[in-house]
């Protein structure tokens, strides 16, 4: 106790004022050498559900280590604070434990005896079934760096490090990091290490080579997609990589893993991208279903798109804090048109079912209030709980196809979107920087043979006019019938689970029948919530029931099960519907057939 009070007495008088200053404001660490990670997962961590992350490097004397973790994961734009997460924090070198307190919220300042080894060790709560963060079960582990391995304040993010892993014999490694040995890892720097999830356990993992190179999949839990489900896995797979590698001309990595966990307690499916893996989390009703291949090929182009071509405000990745883009929804939604490109270029669809995800994405937007892509794209961080939340995603795709037809149009089908995201990779990418908003739009009107998208950027990007699809469409053959429809709705809004409700409509159906915000849905009109196609078939059910019709509501609320009930109300929607036109020129449908094909020919 007394040592512990001397120990601290010289840093206290040697920095009055700044003593509480927060990392962020300019605190430099202490410079380590030999940075090495060390992740522990056995059964008896499994049972805790719980992981130890332990750090050894090498200082140079006493000066004060400052240590921090990550608030948030790259890809998943929200702040996370996984310091939260952390127990059991210590310090030691040559087995004597070492003086530490915090300087903010996610930043440790250990005091070192002097030159040598220092350990600093920590538990990691793993119970978060989140892409982005760690999660444990009996016989499994999903990990992010983010959440386990800390980086020296203010030294820059260059430096290189190992991670070993502490496992039982018989449980599995999977994940994109360099292996070096026996469950020994490397990364050549922070940004990478980090950017590399992790399965350590029992899962089922097999590969295929696909574009001249390895690619993994790892599905948990064991079982979850065998037989026919995992030939179609790696069936979709084979048709959307080569597709996309296309785009860009090459394959960027030397490896790639798909991480996929099915999980009941999960409704929806979502998926988190990385330089060479992704991680799928999944409501088990998710498998087999036609998301899945979509999903794929959304997240496999974020390797391209996000990864390596990445807009300048996000390049390089600062940790502690947010870093909000307007440009979001050319990462986001255009990944989203390349991904529909993808899927109808490698035959998993044909050109009615990429008109038909099309005309479903324009219905998205159409339902929700006008919202400007660039409002959307920076607003991602706060969450907004209009239902714009996640707009970008159909709206940017739907701006990415705007823009591929303007461009087809302005160069007579020579140069197309394809080209823009090519030359833009090239010139950012491959010189080591993001790229900027002006180096987007003249990327894009040098393809479109110099026309200007200066007013299309004014109205449809930076403003919320609703986009010009019967001036557009038609130059590739392409226009949109709209169909008048009597919809059954309820006025719930889910979040990105898809299974608890995050708005209720004031003056709804589901806002009389006493739906609030938090419920967790288990049931609506006989459809299980966690069917992640349990409203369209909750429309086609009551399409024809007569207004008034009760609706039973399921709901879980604090822990208790309720059954509310919900009086049938409909709503007139005019549903877009894209068709190809059968009288279109030649020139527009050289153009229609460019873009299914991934083609541009005069
Ligand atoms: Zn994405």
Redesign the pocket.
Known sequence: MNERRIVLLAPLLAAVTPLRVPAQAGATSAPLTDIRYEVTFTRANAERRQVTSAMTFTVGGTDAVLLSLPKWTP?AYEISNFARDVSNFSAEQSGTSLVWDKIDGETWRIRPRGVGEVTVRFDYLADSLDNANTWARPDFLLFNGTNLFLYPEGRGFAFAASVTVNTEAAWKIATGMTSTGTRRYAASNYHDLVDMPFFVGQFDLDSAQISGTWVRFASYPAGSVTGGARVAVWEALKRVIPAEVKVFGEVPWTAYSILQIADQSYGGGS???HQNSHVDVLGPGMLGTPILPSLYA??IF?AWN?KRLRPSDLWPYKYDQEQPTPLLWI??GI??YYADLAEVRGGIVDANGFYLMTSDKMSQVNALPPTALEDASLSTWIHPRDGTEYIY?PKGSLAGFLLDIMIRDGSDNHTSLDDVMRTLYNAAYKNGRGFTSDEWWSTVSKAANGKSFGDFFVRYVDGREPFPYDQVLPLAGLRLARDTARVPQLGSLQDSSGLHVSEVIPGSSAAAAGVQPGDQLLSVGGFNADDPNWTEKFRSRYARSPEGTDIPIVVRRNGAQQTLTARLRFVTRVEPRLIADARASAKARRIREGILRGTTQP
């Open positions: 890809g998926g988190l991208e959304h997240e974020h996000v990462s986001e990944t989203d995603y």
